[in-house]
């Protein structure tokens, strides 16, 4: 299965990459994830992204094409893969295509995850993610059942994204509308569209993916 999960920041593409994950045995591969552990380990690559993202800006075309085809060359990814975040524009859109041809094993769908746009900002602002494990968290839709611990590995530390502030959260939508909203028609047109409603419960959220997939 190589798919594309698209769709709005807070629209819950990064809970359902790893739902997919785990239910098919394939990689989630995160864009932002990858960006994220650069920033992290101050490589030269993760010192030139840090500002665009600090800003909710798009990371130069040059620095995230670079790590997806180094990622897409990896073992792993021979039974399938799950990008999430990636491609963010036209242009991404048509470099992945590029590549996918040249590895042959071209895209199969593209998966958008509908949510109304005025119920984004309480889910990102109310975001947490377990530092030890990974394990995502909403403190408004789905906290955690201690308050502050981790109900997968007991961790305390359920951290804030530096970018899921409400300044940088409105810039990140005025940029998802304005580059990646478009990339609804041009896989609308490659006939590779499948687009379900992200609203509501995980698991049923997940249900409706998974049926678009098998149709
Ligand atoms: P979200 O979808 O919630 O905005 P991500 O973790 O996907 O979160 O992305 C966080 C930030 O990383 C983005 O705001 C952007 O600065 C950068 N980024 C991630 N993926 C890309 C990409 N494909 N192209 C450019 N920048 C990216
Ligand atoms: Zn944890």
């Known amino acids: 299965m190589r798919i594309v999960l698209l769709g709005a920041p807070g629209s819950g593409k990064g809970t359902q990459a790893k739902k997919l994950m785990d239910a098919h045995n394939i990689p989630q591969i995160s864009t932002g994830d990858l960006l994220r552990a650069a920033v992290k380990a101050q490589s030269e690559l993760g010192q030139r992204a840090k500002a665009a993202m600090d800003a909710g800006e798009l990371v130069a075309d040059d620095i995230v094409i670079g790590m997806i085809r180094e990622r897409l060359n990896e073992a792993d990814t021979q039974n399938g893969f799950i990008l999430d975040g990636f491609p963010r524009s036209t242009a991404q859109a048509a470099a992945l295509d590029d590549m996918l041809v040249e590895l042959d094993i071209p895209l199969q769908k593209a998966v958008l995850i509908n949510v109304e746009f ?33 109900d997968r590995c007991g961790g305390t530390d359920l951290a804030h994204r530096a970018d899921d502030n409400e300044e940088t959260i409105s810039n990140r939508l005025t940029v998802y509308q304005e580059q990646t909203e478009p990339l609804v028609s041009y896989y609308q047109q490659q006939g590779k569209l499948a687009s379900v409603e992200g609203e509501g419960d995980l698991d049923a959220v997940f249900g409706r993916i998974s049926s678009a997939l098998a149709a």
Not at 136 to 144: A, E, Q, T
């Open 118 to 150: 005025g119920n984004l900002i309480k889910r990102l602002t109310g975001r947490r993610t377990c530092s030890a494990c990974g394990q995502m968290y909403n403190v408004y839709f789905s906290p955690p059942q201690a308050d502050g611990v981790c």
